[in-house]
């Protein structure tokens, strides 16, 4: 199995983390929430939203072609790059993952708080 390192987030993960299994299939998002990164996804992970944008540092191109949906929400996402995905679109693949969570996201439930 893959795995998935988890660059340092200030609030979500200020160590980063190693993800030694990543199961093939699996998305990063819910990798991320099974091993304690609590990642937003305000949609429920339906790709309706970009609150669970991330940036694949390496293994990009091992993940599946993201959706026109996908790219179209993505176009939305706070400090967009050419590297970012929905991480409840992305499927983990074979190859190990870096992974980088933008340091602010565009959650208007938690902007109200």
């Known amino acids: 199995m893959p795995k998935i390192t ?3 987030h200030a609030e979500l993960c200020p160590e980063g983390k190693i993800i ?22 305000a949609c429920e ?3 309706a939203c970009t609150t669970c944008h991330v940036i694949v540092r390496q293994g990009f191109d091992s993940l ?12 939305q996402a706070w400090g967009l790059e050419a590297e970012s995905r929905l991480s409840c679109q992305a499927k983990v693949c074979d190859e190990d993952l870096v992974v980088e969570i933008p340091k602010y996201t565009i ?6 708080h």
């Open 45 to 47: 992970k339906s790709c």
């Open 20 to 41: 030694e299994t990543a199961p093939e299939g699996e998305t990063i998002c819910d990798v991320l929430l099974d091993n304690g990164i609590e990642i937003d996804h």
């Open 107 to 112: 959650n208007h439930a938690r902007e109200e």
């Open 64 to 75: 599946p072609e993201p959706s026109e949906i996908e790219e179209d929400l993505l176009d």
């Open 6 to 8: 988890v660059l340092p």
